[in-house]
Structure formats: C-alpha cells, structure tokens
C-alpha cells in the first residue's frame, strides 16, 4: 500500500491510533471443504481487525464476508478493539457463539502486561477456552505507547516470554513489524532467532515482512523454517508481490503451502462506499493453479486452524 492507503486501511489503524493454537472453535468439528456444491465462499480471510465487543457487531462483518465472497475470517484485535472488561468479554463470547465455524479471533497481550510466562499462559489459557485460535495482531510494543516510543527488538526479553507462552499454550501467533516495532535487522536475524528458540511456535508474518522479499530473506525464510507463513495482506501496494505479477506468481507457487489469504479488512472497511481490499483482484490477476490458490485461499488455514490432528500435535 502507499502510504495514503497505509493509513486509511488495513495495518494503518495501528498506525494512526499509535499503536498452535492449532484448536478447532469451542464444541467444532473441523470440516475443510465439506459440503461439496453450496456456496461456502471463495476465501477464508485469515486477517481482519472487526470490532466485536458489542451486540450485533459480527452481523457487520457477516454481510462484509458475503459481499467479499469470503467464507471464514479470522478476526485480530488492536488496542482500540479489545474487550475492556468482564462484560464486553461475555458480550464477545456471546457474539462468537452465534457465529462458530465462521468467524473465529486471536488475543492479544502487550509485552509491558505480564512479568513471567507463567502469568501470561494463565491469561492465554483463559483466551483459548474462550475461543482464541492464536495470538495477534503482535506489534512488540507497549500497553499505552507515548509519541516516538520506539517498539521492543523482535526478540526481546518482553517479547520473549509472550513467545513462550504461546508456544506453551499452542497458539500461532500473528506478527506485524515496521521501522518503529518489532524491529530487526537485513536478513531478520531476530525474527530467525524465534523461529529457532521456538520450533513448536506457528508463526504468521505480515506487513514490513514484505520488504525482504528482494534479497531472498522472504524466501529462505520460508523455506527453511516449518514454523514460518506469511498472509498476504499489505502486499499488493507495499511490495513487489504488488509490483510484479510474475514474480508474485513464482513466489506464490513457489511457497504456496506456507501462505494465507488475508487484507488486513476491518470497521473502516464497511460500508457501501468501501472498495473491496486489493487482495481479492490479486488473486484473479496471478491466474494461478488450482491446487495452489486452493490451498492459499482456504487450505493452509483450513490445515493451521481448523485441524484436530495439528492441535495434537502442538501440544507435544
Ligand atoms: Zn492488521
């Protein structure tokens, strides 16, 4: 995205407002691409940030995912969006409920909220039997960040111990990085370091990821580490994937077990007058093949999040 669009959409709201878990939904039988011949929607949307504390808010996202053709989302809250308290987390619970196997969410904890792993799997437990599939939108940064506060190193101790935690808890963990949070060097030497320290932790890069497409970085990441995917939203105007179709086309083919759908949709998305984010018309424009975009589109996080045998396996 430009920057203009960078702060409309998508990663924009953090921007502006300064800022595995491999379990099946509550009572949920994972069933990837059943019923063969109804319309279940092209994409399952593995990032968006809806509000969802209030009565009838995941109505809203609802009608956004029938017009967008976009069968399950999975829902990131930001500082402004999260629950506050007990009674806009049992109006959460409540909305989820009504839409199980459709709409499912992360959590989130900032890196200043908790002292120990301990403290911070006791809440992460808590988000799991609440319903959280995985932990995000990460941005490495404090609770209450000040004008030029710089965000945590990638690694970081205080990132760290939230790393940890999830990887104990058994929930992926979506990431956002830029030159101000979860910061890293050329070749993300941070970022390679978690994907080491934790090989059990999914991980889900997103946003200035994107930059270290042009040196190979993106890649070898990729490739070397199981642990590693990357969702697709804040490619098209922020990187080459947006640039170069045939690059984007190689790429996607040739990662395409380890990439998610996604467009970084949310609240300032609806509305007659919204366009439709730009990863939809991408993945009309690649023409790719049709095991590969199934697997993009819907499979990858069909596997990641709705899979009972994943979930076993998390747990080891
Ligand atoms: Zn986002």
Same mark, same amino acid.
Request: proline fraction near 5%.
């Given at each position: 995205?430009?920057?203009?669009?960078? =702060?409309?959409?998508?990663?924009?709201?953090?921007?502006?407002?300064?800022?595995?878990?491999?379990?099946?939904?509550?009572?949920?039988?994972?069933?990837?691409?059943?019923?063969?011949? =109804?319309?279940?929607?092209?994409?399952?949307?593995a990032? %968006?940030h809806?509000?969802?504390?209030?009565?009838?808010?995941?109505?809203?996202?609802?009608?956004w995912?029938?017009?967008n053709?976009?069968?399950?989302? $999975? +829902?990131?809250?930001l500082?402004?969006s999260?629950?506050?308290?007990?009674?806009?987390?049992?109006?959460?619970?409540?909305?989820?409920?009504?839409?199980q196997?459709?709409?499912?969410?992360? &959590? $989130?904890?900032?890196?200043?909220?908790?002292?120990s792993?301990d403290?911070?799997v006791? !809440?992460?437990?808590?988000?799991?039997?609440?319903?959280? !599939?995985?932990f995000?939108?990460?941005?490495?940064?404090?609770?209450?960040?000040?004008?030029?506060?710089?965000?945590?190193?990638?690694d970081? #101790?205080? +990132?760290?111990?939230?790393?940890?935690? &999830?990887?104990?808890?058994?929930?992926?963990v979506?990431?956002?990085?830029?030159?101000?949070?979860?910061?890293?060097?050329?070749?993300l030497?941070?970022?390679e370091?978690?994907?080491?320290?934790?090989?059990?932790?999914?991980? !889900?890069?997103h946003s200035d990821?994107?930059?270290n497409l042009?040196?190979g970085?993106?890649?070898?990441?990729?490739?070397k580490y #199981?642990?590693?995917?990357?969702?697709?939203? &804040?490619? %098209?105007?922020?990187?080459a !994937?947006?640039?170069?179709? $045939?690059?984007?086309?190689?790429?996607f083919?040739?990662?395409?077990?380890?990439?998610l759908f996604g =467009?970084?949709?949310?609240?300032?998305s609806?509305g007659?007058?919204?366009?439709p984010?730009?990863?939809?018309?991408l993945?009309?424009?690649?023409?790719l #093949?049709?095991?590969?975009?199934?697997?993009?589109?819907?499979?990858?996080?069909e596997?990641?999040?709705w899979?009972k045998?994943?979930?076993?396996?998390?747990?080891?």
């Open positions: 995205m430009n920057q203009l669009k960078w =702060t409309q959409a998508g990663c924009a709201a953090a921007v502006l407002f300064a800022m595995m878990g491999m379990s099946a939904l509550p009572g949920e039988t994972a069933q990837p691409n059943d019923h063969p011949g =109804t319309d279940k929607g092209r994409f399952i949307d990032h %968006v809806y509000q969802d504390c209030k009565a009838g808010d995941l109505e809203k996202v609802a009608d995912m029938q017009a053709n976009v069968q399950r989302v $999975i +829902n990131h809250p500082r402004q999260r629950a506050k308290d007990d009674k806009e987390r049992a109006q959460q619970n409540e909305n989820y409920k009504a839409f196997g459709r709409i499912a969410r992360f &959590c $989130i904890i900032f890196p200043d909220e908790v002292n792993v403290e911070a006791v !809440i992460l437990e808590r988000e799991k039997k609440a319903g959280a !599939i995985g995000g939108e990460h941005y490495g940064e404090v609770s209450k960040p000040q004008p030029g506060d710089k965000g945590l190193y990638f970081d #101790p205080k +990132n760290m111990v939230l790393f940890a935690a &999830c990887a104990k808890v058994g929930l992926p979506m990431f956002h990085m830029d030159r101000g949070r979860n910061l890293d060097e050329k070749g030497p941070r970022l370091n978690v994907l080491k320290t934790y090989p059990n932790l999914i991980l !889900i890069a990821w994107w930059k042009g040196d970085t993106c890649d070898r990441l990729l490739q #199981p642990n590693l995917y990357a969702d697709l939203s &804040c490619t %098209v105007g922020r990187s !994937i947006g640039r170069d179709k $045939i690059f984007a086309r190689e790429f083919i040739r990662n395409a077990d380890k990439l =467009t970084d949709s949310g609240w300032w609806l007659q007058d919204k366009k984010a730009p990863e939809f018309a993945i009309d424009e690649l023409k #093949p049709k095991d590969v975009e199934d697997k993009i589109c819907r499979g990858n996080a596997r990641l999040f899979s045998k994943l979930e076993k396996s998390a747990t080891k």
